[in-house]
């Protein structure tokens, strides 16, 4: 604590002010310049020519060096791994989607994967390529096209993180640390060079901090063009991020919690007119909410335009959508339910399934027949709708005449299983997931049963006209279990994996009317003595499915929790990406095979953590030194050291922090955008360590971090690059015992 | 209310003095004195209320605390106490020690009777219901050091005296009551540490500091919830230790630094030695009584054991040589040469098989072989293969060479249970009553048996009894010993076995673990253990629900006379203490833009009584509150209370600020440098007073209201039950039945 004894405040530090980019070295003095303002050409020994011009170019020739080796780096033998690369499988088959036009469901908004099929067709793709996993790429798949199409994203980081650390008010040499880390880091690299998502999510996480930065400097001139072009492009940079995924949504808090910052400390300064105020508000507003959000909303209209037939996704959407998609033949469906039916039936609240029954048991509670909600369509979510069986057996004859006797509000039905024979059954037993609701169970057969197999039909309303017959497709149905007086529910609770992930469906004593997930609709319908459906016009809005899809989104995401059943060698906790302690193979690990190997560079990924520590100690220990009244800094550096210190560090929380709260299962990939982050931090806190140093120990400094990347990358190159050796060989690479590089 | 805040600061520019220190009132210690009359009239009517609510409190805890003599809970009593650290519990067992109870029952069952087993239940419970009735003059005490006006107290006091919750945890043996009262008592010392800041390190400020230190350990030995109370604490000392630091205090960094280490001594240090201490107790008392030894028995002690037990217990494999012991008779089981006699004295005839009895002492009799039952094996499990739970197993008496046998045959002295022998080994001819299934409590197949943790029960293959033992002795010619029979019962508590060592294996098992590893381990277990209480528990709660009170717990109920111990707090005082938080934020936040704006709407001593002392209640309660979102753990209703307490002194608070003008200040000990100081008083009103009253009157009838749920006694009709249900998710037993159309 020596150090904290009193010190007259030093002025020294306003020249370290001046040297931070190029631009100051060369000395502009007014002799420079003749009489039309036109510069002198300087004049300099023919040796020194090129010198001269570096000196006066280099802040362009410098990010167009780090360009070039950007591009080289990513492009470099990118067809070498023929085969199907891990989630190339993935998102490879989503962007035959689009090209086949067929509706699929993702967790994922669509704008990457929009992307993934315009590459494919400017491939010449036909989207007939299943994109099995590790499969090969056939002849007539130009996948080294699609993969330079996203690399091009990746390498567009390097020049990005240039001028972000440039509007940081970087040292030159710190600029260069980072671009250098950001270029020479074997995980961004790899990720890159693959047809997946993170290169596109990565960009716009890039480019939403530059134009943040670039805006944050226009901060004194309000209003002006610059300063709306930046504003709209980082709102423009949100949109997007967040429509390639979810974890877009981490910069955007990031953009969100600068901005409240500023709105509150221009709220205190009480010599600006409260109009010009409320203009600052509003141009946030409609730059950084609105527009953004029409962005994505774009994004998802494109997709519902593009995807218009039937495809593997269509249950995940409202029956109706489903009927507006080409290649579902609903319109044939009869339209009004009778006695005898077979169906299918929906729930209808956000993300709802159809009814489904299979003969697995349920491992607890009554012990009786499965019943779920499911996704996908197959003859185990078919009903039939029959009669009490006490009145059955009095109008057995009728039944067997061509009479049809349409359902209406209030009968007293029984749903049966229609591959099962089993009847919908519910009794006072509680729900497996959702304790507090009865259970829901398939149990007896035609004759088998009680008084717990009826269910009292309840219509809502109808969607189109008011009838007294129940609709396919439009009629909004309740059940109502006749004895218990419970409601027939699914609610997006997952069953564990003996009920193959499923949702849970219950019978909730409390009777919710408002509540969508209590209410059905029929989706399928089948009856022969019933004449085909007519031409009625079904049609849905646009926000609805908007709303809709996004609900069954976020439902799936929360689904993908680690299963404790299976062991994900691939998935990994939080806490061991900081420091590097894991690592993903890729694809398949044949010693002749071409293997990538997902790994960051330890050098650049312990450097960022170690910063981040770094700069909290610093941060404290200025902080006690200004309340001991020990000025190291002026305001204007002070200011600025918190604003780098704010950006970097809680950007690194944002997008770190929340994978522990998340239940979702997490993959070493989730930290990338974290660590430019702690990227940025590193350059900082080295800039800031070596601030009264001369100038020839930082460039001894920077020149060692320099040359420690370099060398580390260089050792690791072909982990990203690919190999085709043994894995053995690169047994000394194995650092750490955690990491599987080597068996 | 504008109306009254109007008044508010009306009130405060006629009792304030001007801002300029020069015209201040100064603070005169002879004027005090001259006020000597007034003040003690003041006392009178402080130590009077403080009394009444004393005494009120005691009443509420303890009215029918006999009621009911049934064991009321929810939870498996294992898993309540396991993950505990140890001071509720010896203090638990000090009083059951004191008052004679030798702790054999096992508190296993909701319903379990106290009576016919015997347990001193009313002293038992008198110790958490005692410190339970102790909150409410410990909120009142802390509402007064505050500098809060006798009124103000009552409030908060009143809040806590009539909350049906805290009652109906605290009369009940539970731990919370014990947590809530430390917490209580780290906060009031505490409080009265900082009232002596302008007198430091006097002999005061150093009590005061210390005892709050000890009162922290406490908290922290009884539940790890503590944990928070450490943070609320350690939060507040890092603001004071902040605002010591700056330079504007004058304080030199030598100085600065007397306080930082007296802090650190004070508030880390003394809490860490309080903690270890009740984990060296508790080692200790372990290490001197062996099972079975009535010192300090009362049930926890078992499961206080289980921990360390598992540390020494060993795995068994087949053909191991074992001795098993019973559990509550603590017998082994023995064989000898001798026969069964022919014929009994009450005329019934025995198979004159070898006789298998239970013997008290350490004999080469009491060695069985375990061998596995081949025709019932995996033949892949290898020859030496651990035994697990639901394997099939022969027993060899070593010495007489037999197998272990029992068959339809009456026992001596039962004639309803069957009769336990022996045959030759080389003897197959009845192997099917020689193979006994091994059960592991809360086994599943991959359980392994182990010495001394695992309670096994055996049963036998053929006839499906178990190996059971009672007190009853044998005659003469089985030398008095136990005898051993087949309870046809076989999930009976009492068929519990437990293997007691391997011969030759465990020879000195007894590793002896230094303080510290054991310390450690404990603390890994009570986490883990801890963390993995995620079983999903029928009334388990998310925390989004507690302040709301949307729904209680069932503790227990009685289907003859509709009575039911359900825990739910006073609705009233639940919901007006959120709402004083949301008006608490509101002004803060209120105060905090219009300062931005350079307008101070609140007078400087009320916005910094408000900022210490009401953001300081308002803190506690959101770090005792907020981090159970954090956990994934199965949680319930009763892990809010410590939160809760907080959360009335927050309602008072917010009283103090709409109900009474201005506030007392400064209400610190004057310090040797008599600055001089802006004084302010506060006023109570009329207003005021019929404002708490009826606050406290609308709450105790409430609290009446609901007291049945809260006393489990009377019983209640279906109507009166369906009239109490305000919200639909109280699920109370005993609703009408509903009637939909």
Known sequence: MDTLKRRHFTTTINQQQFSKSGYEQVPLDPIDFDENGKLYKPLRLPENKILAFWQQYNDILIPAFFTVLSFWTRFYLISYSSFVVWDEAHFGKFGSHYLKREFYFDVHPPLGKMLVGLAGLLAGYNGSFEFGSGEAYPADVNYAFMRIFFATFGAWMVPLAYFTAIELDFSQHAVILATLMVLLDTAYLCISRFILLDSMLLFFTFTTLFFLTKFHNQRNDPFSIDWWLWLILTGMSIGCVTSVKWVGLFVTALVGLYTIEDLWDKFGDLSMPKTVYLKHWIARIVCLIILPIQIYMLCFAIHFAILNKSGPGDAQMSSLFQAGLRGNNFYGNPIDLAYGSKFTLKNMGYGGGLLHSHVQTYPSGSKQQQVTCYHHRDSNNEWFIKKMREENEE??????????????????????????????????????????????????????????????IEVVDDLLENTPRIRVMTTRLRFRHKTLGCYLRAANAVLPQWGFKQVEVTCDKNNNPSDSHTYWNLEHHWNDKLPAGGSAHYRTLFLHDFWHLNVAMYTSNNALIPDPDKEDILASNPWQWPLLQVGIRICGWDDKAVKYYLLGNPIIWWSGTASLVTFVFLFVWHLIRRQRQFHDFSQAQWTHFLYVGKICLIGWLLHFMPFFIMGRVTYLHHYFPALYFSILMCAFVLDQLTSSCNQITKHIVFGISYLAVILVFWYFKDIAFGFDYPSSELKGRQWLSSWNLVD | MTDHKVRQRHGIQVMEPPDSVQNAPILDEKKTIGHTKKYTKKRIVSNSALAILTLLSFITRFWKIDHPHQVVYYLKRTYYF????????????????????????EFDNIGDDYITNDVPYIGLRS???????LLVPLTYMIMIESGYPVITAILAAGLVLFDNALICQTRLILLDSMLVFFMLCTFYCYIRFYKYRLREFSNEWWFWMIASGVALGLTLSVKLVGLFTVLTIGIAVIVDLWNLLDIKRGLTMDHFKKHFYARAIGLIIVPIFVYLFWFYLHFAILNTSGPGDSFMSPAFQETLQGNVMSLESLEIRFNDTITLKHKSTSVFLHSHPQRYPLRYNDGRISSQGQQVTGYKFEDANNYWLIKPAKIFMDPSRPEDDFVKHGDYILLEHINTETHLLTHDVASPLMPTNQEFTTMPKDDDSRYNETVFQVLIDDGDSDTKWKTKSSYIRLIHFDTKVALWTHDKLLPEWAFKQQEI???????????IWIADQIVGKNEPPKRHLPFFAKFFELQRLMLSHNSGLTKPHPYSSTPVNWPFLVR????????????????????????????????????????????????????????????????FFFMAWFIHYAPFYLMGRSLFLHHYLPALICSYMVAAVVFNFMFVDSVNYP??????????????????????????TILLAISACVFYYFSPLTYGTPGIEPEGIRSRMWLDSWDLHFQPKRHDA
């Open chain 2, 82 to 105: 396991d993950v505990h650290p140890p001071l509720a519990k010896l203090m638990l067992a000090g009083i059951g020690w004191f008052l004679g109870y030798d702790g054999h029952f």
């Open chain 2, 127 to 133: 110790l958490p219901a005692a410190l339970g009735a």
């Open chain 1, 395 to 456: 109008n057995e004859e009728e039944n067997n005449s061509t009479d049809v006797e349409f359902v209406k509000h209030n009968d007293i039905v029984r749903l049966v299983h229609s591959s099962t024979c089993r009847n919908l059954h519910s009794h006072h037993v509680n729900a497996p997931v959702t304790k507090s609701q009865y259970e829901v169970s398939c149990y007896g057969n035609e004759q088998l049963g009680d008084q717990n197999d009826y269910w009292i």
């Open chain 2, 552 to 615: 209680g717990i069932s503790f227990w109920t009685n289907n003859n006379d509709r009575e039911q111990i359900y825990l739910l707090g006073n609705p009233f005082t639940w919901w007006i203490s959120v709402g004083a938080m949301a008006v608490l934020v509101g002004v803060l936040s209120a105060d905090l833009i219009s300062r931005r704006r350079a307008i101070h709407p609140i007078s400087e001593p009320v916005r910094n009584r408000l900022l210490n002392s009401g953001l």
């Open chain 2, 667 to 692: 209400i610190s000990v004057t310090g040797p440098r008599k600055a001089p100081r802006i004084v302010a008083k506060a006023v109570v009103r009329d207003i005021t007073v019929i404002t708490c």
């Open chain 2, 485 to 495: 029979n087949g309870n046809k019962n076989n999930v009976e508590k009492s068929n």
